[in-house]
Structures are given as C-alpha cells and as structure tokens.
C-alpha cells in the first residue's frame, strides 16, 4: 500500500509539472495570455489554471501584462514570460573551437563568446566550457540562481559507428560518456544532441520555425546533418543519431550526400583550384565576385540537395524544410532558390501553407542558441496531462 500511495504522489507531481510546462508553453506561444484563454485551450478548469499561474508568478517566471477587455465585465489580466525568469546555457563543441550562449526564458540571447580549440581532448574542452560558463555569469549575475539546465551540441555521431571518423566528427569522444562529464564539470542538467537537432529547435524557438510543430532541419557544420521536429520534440533514434543524413551514398559523385553538399566539400572543391576559403566570410566574399569555381560547386550541390529533399520530404513529411549552418547567408539564399524541387514527393501540394524549403533565421550561432533552446522547450513543451 505505500509504494501504491507513493506511486499515486509520484503521478500527482508528474502531472502537476507538466501542466506548468503546458501553461508556459501557452503563454511564450502568446505572448500575452488572460488564464481563461489558457484554460480552454488546456481543457484545464479556470481554477486549475489559476492556481499554477499563482506558483509560477511566485517563482518569478510569470509577470502581469496589464488588463485586456474580452466581452463583458472585469478585463482579464494578462500573463507574460519574465524574461529574467530562467536562464539557459548552450554550449558547442566543434573540432575547432567552442562556443557559448546563454538565452533568457524569452528565448533572447543575452551573451555569447567563443573560445578557439587546437587541443578536442575532454580535459581541455571542459576546462574551456567552464570558464565560459563562468564568464557568463559574471555578465548576468541574476542567472545564477535561475539556470534551468545546459545544452550541449557536439557533431555526430555518437558513439562508435560505422560512419566514425570520417574528419567531421570529434575523434576521441566516441567512447566517453560525455553528458556525465559535462554534468560534473558545470553541475547543471543537461540534454546533449548533435548540432543539427540543436539547430532545428533554435528555429523553434526563435526562428523560421516558430508556430511548426513538425519540420526537417538541415545543417550545414563541417560536414551536413539533419535534424527532426517531430509534434515540437527532437527525433533522436536509438543511439541518438537519427538524421545523419550526409552520409546516405548518392548516384552524383559515387560518393556520399556530404562529399558534394557540405562545408568540407566546397572547400576542398576551392582548395584544389587553389583558392583559400577557409571561413565563412571568405566564401561570402567569393560568392559577391560570383567566382566560378565556387559556382561550378554550387551547380552540383544544388542537384544534391534536390536529392536529399525528396528522401526528407517523402520519409518524414515535414511541414518545410528549414536550411542553415556555417554558411554565407547569401550562400544559403541561392540554394534555396535554385534547388530545384522534387516533383514526386508528398511535400509537393498545390495547396501547402509553408514553402517547402526556406533559409533558417538564426545564423552561424544556430547550434549554440539550439544547444539552450534545447533546455528552453523541455521547460515550455509538455504532452499535457490532463488532471483538473
């Protein structure tokens, strides 16, 4: 009987947690919200709804946006995220450098920084990330107390696999638990993902993405991988390596779909015309000169991403395909326009209400933000329960 009762209390507080989860969710998706809309659309009672935004207004995660008139009588109080409420920390690991960001409950960015990396062994990131960490809260010290948790993005794949150690991940990681060392070295809970997942969700929360519950991501990092939305949860796979889409083998090169459509790829394509384009700004500025060598990789990687539209599209039915990374805003602008769109895919409806390809919004930093957005919508995305 007291395991059953406990049980029943661990349930009761399960479900009390996620219908917080849910009325945040309600409120960041409104922007401004009265606690009788909230009700209706949760199918939670008024005084349900009530009580939790009591709780959370105590906590300071909720503040009073002034009254609206609905109909007759009392205006309604209008309930707004504090945007100082919460705080999350993203951090990118990549094989060159790591990044920081930290994002209020707003999804706003309050800091970044990036630390240069010649050395990817454990000991020397992690002392990185804590330092960054550290700054971070010297910036905002009000964060401290109100850190919700620390996404970590890291290129894929995890673990040992047959597609390890093909130059676009992090040699030497694949046998670590690194959630664990990430967790000891900050103290904080964290979610760890691939860089793509963490750059589909940063859209969510404060991209293209905004109001799409399930939509593909693909990303450009040293090499290109695809990231998931599926009902506004990240599809992860067995082993957390759902969407490693740059290694599907494609009829073009005789080579696999990152050989050809990847940052590694143009720049390997320019290296042997012996031209330098190690950065993104370097591209950006070959691409204003229209340089042909450049061009003659964008005519093939166009191809490429029509190809791996119609896998995407007629696998996972995705409301858009979002394209981002570590390339020339302008760069990305032309291979959304010129990609040309498979006629024999499910996504091609007269009536679609999205493009079926559009440029991400979020920038270089994408994965960064996305690494925090990860901890960000696990605090405002709940499958409700619906106990009143």
Same mark, same amino acid.
């Given at each position: ?16 947690? /996620?219908?917080?989860?849910?009325? %945040? ?18 199918? !939670? ?14 906590? #300071? ?9 609905? #109909? ?21 690991? /990549? ?21 240069? !990396?010649? =050395? ?7 002392? @990185?990330? &804590? ?13 401290? =107390? ?8 890291? +290129? ?32 904080? +809970?964290?979610?760890?993902?691939? =860089? ?10 404060? #991209? ?18 695809? *990231? !998931? ?25 005789? *080579?696999? !779909? ?10 390997? @394509? ?7 384009? @190690? ?5 950006? @500025? ?7 060598? %450049? ?59 999205? +493009? ?11 994965? &960064?933000?996305?690494?925090?957005? %990860? ?14």
């Amino acid at each position: 009987m007291r395991v059953h009762a406990l049980q029943k209390g661990s349930n009761a507080e399960r479900s009390r947690h /996620r219908n917080r989860q849910a009325v %945040l969710g309600q409120v960041h998706a409104a922007g401004s919200i009265g606690r009788a809309e909230i009700a209706r659309s949760l199918s !939670l009672t008024t005084q349900t709804v009530s009580n939790i935004i009591s709780e959370l207004s105590d906590d #300071g995660m909720l503040i009073e946006k002034g009254r609206r008139s609905v #109909g007759r009588g009392l205006p309604a109080m209008q309930y707004a995220l504090n945007p100082k409420g919460g705080y999350a920390l993203g951090i990118e690991v /990549r094989p060159d450098a790591v990044f920081a960001a930290l994002l209020n409950l707003q999804g706003d960015l309050v800091t970044t920084e990036r630390v240069a !990396l010649d =050395d990817i062994s454990p000991d020397t990131v992690l002392h @990185h990330v &804590t330092t960054l960490y550290d700054r971070a809260l010297a910036q905002v010290p009000g964060a401290r =107390d109100r850190m919700l948790g620390a996404g970590v993005v890291m +290129p894929g794949p995890f673990g040992v696999t047959g597609v390890a150690g093909q130059g676009s991940d992090l040699s030497g990681w694949q046998e670590l638990d690194a959630e664990e060392l990430f967790t000891d070295a900050i103290d904080l +809970p964290i979610a760890l993902s691939n =860089d793509a997942n963490a750059a589909a969700m940063a859209e969510r929360i404060n #991209g293209v993405a905004q109001g799409l519950a399930t939509y593909a991501y693909i990303y450009f990092g040293a090499g290109l991988g695809l *990231g !998931l939305i599926h009902n506004g949860q990240i599809m992860k796979g067995a082993f957390g390596n759902a969407g490693e889409i740059g290694h599907i083998p494609i009829p073009l090169s005789g *080579g696999k !779909l990152e050989s050809v459509l990847s940052r590694l790829s143009v720049q390997r @394509h320019l290296s042997d015309a012996g031209k330098d384009a @190690h950065d993104i700004e370097a591209l950006g @500025h070959l691409f204003q000169q229209r340089d042909p060598d %450049l061009m003659e990789w964008l005519g093939t990687a166009t191809k490429a991403l029509g190809y791996a539209l119609a896998i995407v599209e007629n696998m996972f039915d995705p409301q858009t395909v979002v394209l981002g990374g570590a390339m020339p805003d302008a760069v990305l602008d032309h291979l959304v326009a010129e990609t040309p769109l498979p006629d024999l895919s499910v996504s091609n409806r007269p009536t679609a209400p999205h +493009p079926r390809l559009m440029r991400g919004a979020s920038g270089r930093m994408t994965a &960064t933000q996305g690494a925090a957005a %990860l901890i960000l919508n696990r605090a405002l995305t709940s499958p409700l329960s619906h106990a009143h």
